[in-house]
C-alpha cells in the first residue's frame, strides 16, 4: 500500500470521529477518555504514515496570507477569479462533479452555496467559507493535500484577488468568458484535417473546414474554389484572414443549397450565395453603340457615342484604354487580337485596320476588300486575321508585322448561305450561318469539319472554349446544346430551374408523406390484429371461466359427501373408540376429505386462473384499442399531410413543363454555358449534359434589354439596348450574412462553448445547433434562420457534448447523439424529450434519420453503428464494420443505407436492414473525420487527417475529384 492510499484511509478514520487535521473545532473534540485515547491512537498512526511527508503537509497547511490588490479597477470574476478555481477547485466541484453539493464553476452556483450552506458572504471575506479553507483558516482546508487532480494552494497574489473580489461583493462582472475577450494565436498552417464536411442538396458544391478556414468548391467548375473570409476578422487584424478564429467543427447547406451554415468556439455563423448583386453597371462616359471581348475573356472593347473605343478590364470593370476618332458612323469595331490582346480592329469603309490600344497607332492595314468587315477573329497559329463582309463571306488577312500590313486572300463563302457571326476557338471557328445552320471549320484550311444543322434559324450562336461544345438559340427563345464532334444535339436549354428544384423538394415531401401514412397504416393493421387477438383470448377465457365454474359443482359435492362420511366414521368410533376397523374407515374417510378439498381448491383456482386471464384480456383490449385509435388519429393527420403534399407535387409537376426562353447564348468556362433572357435573368446550364445548374435573376426594363453578350472570364458581358454595358458575375460570392451567438462586447455568447454540430431543418427555417462543455453539459438549441434569433433551449438535453443532430424528414423531430453515451429524440414544436436509445459504450458521435422515419442510426466512439427502431427506442442492429470510431454518418434519403466514415481510414456505405456493407470508398490513407452524402447519394465526400477532400461517385465508388488544402 502506498503513502498517498494510507494516508487517505486514516484521514477517513479521523473523519469517522468528527475530526479534522490541523485546528479542529473545540465542539469537534470527543469529550470521553475513551473516545480521546481512540483519536490519539489514529493521530498517532498518521503521524507515523506521514513520517517522510510531514515537512511538505506541514508548510500544505500553514495559513496563508494574502497580497495586496493593486489592479487598478475592481476584481473580474471571469477574467481574475474564474482562472483560479478552474485550475484548483472546478475539477471536484463542477456541474457534472459537485462534491458537497457545490459548483464553483460561476458566481451564480458559488452564491448559491452547498448542501451545508452558503460559502461566500458578499462583503465579508472572513465569515466567507470558501475564502478561509482557501487560506487555510479553517478546514477543511481546499484544495486538500494531497490530491489527485495537481489542484494546487493558492498563492498569496491569488488568495488577494479572492478576498478583494468577495470584499467588492462577490459580483460577476462585465467581462464574460467569450471568443471576443480571448488572446487568439494564429492556428499553425501544417493543421490542415478536415474536421467538417457537407454537400449541398444538389450535387454542385462541397465546403470542407481545415482549422479556422471553410472552402468552398465547385464540382462543375473545379478550378472554382471559394474561400469565405469574415471581413470583422480582417478589420480586426485578427492572426489571419479566415471564417473562424478556431476550429471549424461542423457545417450545414441550406436545402436551397444558397447558405452555409459553419460553427466554432461559442458562435455560428451563416454564409450565404449573394445572387443579388451579380450584376454590376460599367461605368462609362458615354452609350455603347458595339462590343467585343478578346477571346481569352478578360478584356471587352466598347464603341461609344462620343466616337472612343474603351478597354474595359473585366477583372475590376475599369478602363485600361481610350482609343479616340472612331465614330460609329465611319468606323465598326470588330475585335480584340494578338499574343497580349495588345490589338483592336476596326473596319473603316471596306479596309481593315489593327490599333495598337496603348496608343492608338495603326499596327496594320489592309487594301479595300471590296466589302465592309463586320466581324474578325485572329487565328495565331497562322498569324491571320479573319474577316467576316457584309456579303456573308470570310476573308483571310496575312499579317505582316514589319509591313505593317494585311494581305487580302480569296474569299470564302459557305454553300449553306451568308456567315452571320465569327466565334474563335482553338483550332476552331465558328461561323453562323443564315437560317439552320452552324459551321465549323478549321483554323488552319478554313474548311468546314463539322456542320451543325438545327430545327429552326439561330439567332445566336457560341462555342466552349476548348471547342467541345456548341449552344445556338432560335427567333422563339430555343436554346440547344451540341456536341461540336459530331454536330450532334445534346440538349434543349429550356428548364425551368427553379420550377424543376421546386418539383423535386415537392416529390421528396410527397414520398416522405406517403411513406408515413403507409407505415402507419401498417402500424394500424397490427395494432387491429393485436385487437382481435386479445378478443380471442377474452372469448377463451370467458368459455374457460364457464367451464371451470361448471366444474366446479362435482368436487364440491364430493366434499360435502367427504365431509358427512368423516363426521360419520367420526361419531362411529367414538361408540366404540378402541375399534380398530373404526379407526382406519375413519382415517380413510379423512384422507377422501382432504383429497375432495384439493379437488375443490383446484377448480376454484381454475375458476380464479380464468377470470384473471379474462381481467388481464379486457385491459390488454382497451389498450390495444386505444392504440388503435392513436394510430387512426395519427393516420388521419398523416392522410391530410399526404393529400396536401400530393396537391403540392401536381401544382408543381405542371410548373415545371412550362419551358424558359433565351434571346442570347455564350460560354463562361468550359463547363458552363450561359443563356440570357429579355429581362437580364442569366441562366447557368452543365455544357456536358445540358442540365440547369443555376439562376441568376434579372429585372432589365424593355428600353434596356441585351443586344450583345459575350463571354468573359467566369462572368459574362452585356450590351444594353439603352447603351450601358454590365458584367455578370457567373459565379456569385459567399458572404457573411448572420452570427448567432454572441451577444455585445463584454456579455457572455449564448453559446457556452465549441458548438460541434448543425443542421437545418427540411424546410430550412429552422437551425439546430449541439455542443455544450466537455464533461459537464450538453448544449442544444434551435435558432430561426431568418432573423437569427434563439428559439428554443433545449434544457438538460445531455449530460455531455453533443456531436451530432439531425431532422426528421416531416421536420417534427430532433435526433442528437453525444458524449454521454445516448441518442435522445426531442419533439421540435413542444421541445419535449421523446425518447432515449441507450446501448453504446462510449460517446455517441453522430445519428441520422432514415427518411420514412421508422429507423435511427447512429455512430459510436465504440466503433460500432447501432440501427434502432425509432418509435420504440430497441436496437435492431450493431454493425461493427469498422475498427476504429464510428465518426459520421448519414441516411441516404427514403433509402435503406447510409454513408459512414471511421478513424480506421474507411468510409462505407451500409444496408441498414441486414448491416451488409454495399460498398465502400477508397482513398484515405488516414484517420476520416467526417462524410456527407446528397440526398440521393450520387456524392459522398469525406475529410481526413492528411487535408484532402475526396470526392467519390455514390452510386459506382468511383472517385471524382480530390481538393488539397491551399498552399500557405
Known amino acids: 500500500m502506498n503513502s498517498d492510499n494510507t494516508a487517505r484511509k486514516l484521514d477517513s478514520s479521523v473523519a469517522n470521529f468528527g475530526l479534522r487535521f490541523g485546528v479542529a473545532s473545540r465542539s469537534a473534540v470527543p469529550r470521553s477518555a475513551t473516545n ?24 500544505e497547511e500553514k495559513p496563508i496570507t494574502p497580497a495586496e490588490v493593486k489592479l487598478g479597477r475592481p476584481v473580474d470574476f471571469a477574467k481574475d477569479i474564474a482562472p483560479i478555481l478552474q485550475a484548483n477547485c472546478v475539477a471536484c466541484h463542477n456541474k457534472g462533479k459537485t462534491e458537497g453539493d457545490l459548483n464553483l464553476e460561476g458566481t451564480e452556483t458559488i452564491l448559491k452555496g452547498s448542501s451545508s450552506g452558503e460559502i461566500v458572504v458578499p462583503g465579508k471575506p472572513d465569515e466567507s467559507y470558501l475564502y478561509n479553507v482557501a487560506a487555510r483558516k479553517e478546514e477543511s482546508f481546499m484544495p486538500p493535500y494531497p490530491n489527485q487532480v495537481q489542484a494546487k494552494k493558492l498563492t498569496p497574489e491569488q488568495l488577494g484577488l479572492l478576498r478583494q473580489w468577495i470584499i467588492e461583493g462577490a459580483k460577476a462582472g462585465e467581462s464574460a468568458t467569450s ?34 478556414t471553410v472552402s468552398i468548391y465547385d464540382l462543375l467548375v473545379k478550378d472554382n474554389v471559394t474561400s469565405l473570409v469574415d471581413p470583422a476578422l480582417v478589420e480586426k487584424k485578427s ?22 451554415a459553419t460553427s466554432g468556439f461559442q458562435v455560428v455563423k451563416l454564409w450565404e450565395r449573394d445572387t443579388s448583386d451579380v450584376t454590376v453597371q460599367v461605368a462609362l462616359p458615354s452609350t455603347t453603340s458595339a462590343m467585343v471581348t478578346s477571346s481569352d475573356g478578360t478584356l471587352a472593347a466598347v464603341q461609344q457615342a462620343d466616337g472612343v473605343i474603351r478597354v474595359i478590364d473585366l477583372a475590376t470593370n475599369q478602363v485600361v484604354n481610350e482609343l479616340s476618332g472612331h465614330a460609329a458612323d465611319t468606323a465598326t469595331l470588330l475585335g480584340i487580337h494578338g499574343p497580349e490582346q495588345q490589338w483592336v480592329s476596326v473596319a473603316i469603309a471596306d479596309t481593315v485596320k489593327l490599333l495598337n490600344r496603348s496608343d492608338n497607332a495603326i499596327a496594320a492595314a489592309s487594301e479595300p476588300l471590296g466589302s465592309k468587315a463586320v466581324d474578325a477573329a485572329f487565328i495565331a497559329a497562322g498569324n491571320k486575321l479573319v474577316v467576316l463582309q457584309e456579303d456573308g463571306s470570310l476573308r483571310p488577312l496575312a499579317l505582316d508585322a514589319e509591313k505593317k500590313t494585311l494581305a487580302a486572300a480569296e474569299p470564302l463563302k459557305s454553300d449553306k448561305g451568308a456567315i452571320k457571326q465569327l466565334r474563335l476557338a482553338e483550332p476552331m471557328l465558328m461561323c453562323r450561318v443564315e437560317g439552320n445552320a452552324v459551321e465549323l471549320r478549321k483554323t488552319d484550311t478554313l474548311q468546314p469539319a463539322v456542320i451543325i444543322q438545327s430545327g429552326t434559324p439561330n439567332v445566336s450562336s457560341a462555342i466552349s472554349p476548348n471547342a467541345e461544345r456548341v449552344a445556338t438559340v432560335s427567333p422563339d427563345g430555343v436554346a440547344e446544346l451540341w456536341n461540336a464532334k459530331d454536330g450532334k444535339l445534346l440538349a434543349t436549354l429550356n428548364t425551368d430551374l427553379s420550377a424543376q428544384r421546386t418539383l423535386a423538394a415537392r416529390t421528396a415531401d410527397k414520398a416522405v408523406r406517403d411513406a408515413r401514412v403507409a407505415v402507419v397504416k401498417g402500424q394500424v393493421t397490427e395494432d387491429e390484429k393485436r385487437v382481435t387477438e386479445q378478443k380471442e383470448s377474452l372469448k377463451k377465457a370467458e368459455e374457460e371461466i364457464k367451464k371451470t365454474t361448471e366444474a366446479v359443482a362435482e368436487p364440491k359435492k364430493k366434499l360435502d359427501e367427504a365431509v358427512a362420511k368423516t363426521a360419520e366414521a367420526r361419531k362411529a368410533l367414538e361408540a366404540k373408540k378402541d375399534d380398530e376397523a373404526l379407526k382406519k374407515a375413519l382415517e380413510a374417510a379423512e384422507k377422501a376429505e382432504t383429497a375432495a378439498k384439493e379437488a375443490l381448491a383446484k377448480a376454484e383456482g381454475d375458476v380464479e386462473s380464468a377470470t384473471k386471464s379474462k381481467t388481464l384480456s379486457e385491459q390488454a383490449i382497451k389498450r390495444a384499442e386505444a392504440k388503435v385509435a392513436e394510430r387512426k388519429t395519427l393516420l388521419v393527420a398523416g392522410e391530410a399531410e399526404a393529400k396536401a403534399a400530393t396537391d403540392a407535387h401536381a401544382a408543381a409537376t405542371e410548373e415545371a413543363k412550362k419551358t424558359v426562353a433565351s434571346q442570347l447564348v455564350a460560354f463562361v468556362a468550359n463547363e458552363l454555358v450561359a443563356t440570357v433572357d429579355s429581362s437580364g435573368t442569366t441562366r447557368l446550364w452543365n455544357a456536358a449534359d445540358g442540365a440547369a445548374t443555376d439562376l441568376l ?16 472570364a467566369k462572368a459574362l458581358v452585356m450590351q444594353q439596348a439603352d447603351g450601358k454595358v454590365a458584367r455578370i458575375n457567373a459565379f456569385p460570392q459567399w458572404k457573411l450574412a448572420k452570427v448567432l451567438g454572441p451577444q455585445g462586447d463584454g456579455k457572455p455568447s449564448a453559446f457556452v462553448d465549441r458548438v460541434l454540430t448543425l443542421a437545418f431543418s427540411p424546410d430550412g427555417a429552422l437551425l439546430a445547433a449541439g455542443g455544450g462543455e466537455a464533461s459537464r453539459s ?24 453533443v456531436y451530432g443532430l439531425d431532422f426528421s424528414a416531416d421536420g417534427k423531430y430532433l435526433a442528437s447523439a453525444a458524449a454521454d453515451k445516448f441518442v435522445k429524440v426531442f419533439d ?31 455512430a459510436g466512439a465504440d466503433n460500432a453503428i447501432k440501427v434502432w427502431n425509432a ?7 450493431t454493425i461493427t464494420t469498422y475498427s476504429k470510431p464510428v465518426t459520421s ?34 482513398g484515405c490513407p488516414d484517420y476520416v473525420y467526417c462524410s456527407a452524402t446528397t440526398a440521393d447519394g450520387s456524392l459522398v465526400a469525406a475529410g481526413c487527417e492528411d487535408g484532402i477532400l475526396r470526392v467519390w461517385n455514390g452510386k459506382d465508388g468511383k472517385e471524382l475529384a480530390t481538393f488539397a488544402p491551399a498552399t500557405k
Open 697 to 712: 435573376s434579372g429585372s432589365l426594363p424593355e428600353a434596356a434589354q441585351p443586344v450583345n453578350v459575350a463571354g468573359a
Open 889 to 922: 454518418l448519414d441516411f441516404i434519403g427514403m433509402e435503406d443505407e447510409f454513408i459512414s466514415c471511421s478513424g480506421d481510414k474507411r468510409v462505407f456505405r451500409h444496408r441498414a436492414a441486414n448491416g451488409g456493407a454495399v460498398r465502400e470508398f477508397k
Open 871 to 877: 418509435e420504440t427506442g430497441e436496437q435492431t442492429r
Open 828 to 858: 421540435i414544436a413542444s421541445g419535449e424529450h421523446v425518447r432515449s436509445y441507450e446501448g453504446h459504450t462510449h460517446h455517441v458521435m453522430d445519428v441520422s434519420w432514415k427518411g420514412d422515419g421508422t429507423t435511427l442510426a447512429s
Open 179 to 212: 471568443a471576443a475577450n480571448m488572446q487568439w494565436q494564429p492556428i499553425n498552417n501544417d493543421l490542415t484535417a478536415i474536421y467538417a464536411v457537407d454537400t449541398d442538396p444538389f450535387g454542385r458544391f462541397v465546403a470542407a473546414g481545415r482549422a479556422g
Open 36 to 59: 480521546w485515547r481512540q483519536f490519539v491512537a489514529v493521530a498517532f498512526a498518521v503521524s507515523a504514515v506521514f513520517s517522510l511527508q510531514a515537512t511538505s503537509r506541514a508548510d
Open 239 to 260: 492572426p489571419s484572414q479566415m471564417a473562424h478564429l478556431d476550429y471549424v467543427h461542423s457545417m450545414a447547406f441550406h436545402p436551397n443549397g444558397q447558405m452555409l
Open 778 to 801: 450538453g448544449e442544444l438549441t434551435l435558432w430561426n434562420v431568418a432573423d437569427g434569433k434563439l428559439v428554443r433551449t433545449f434544457e438538460d438535453a445531455h449530460s455531455d457534448t
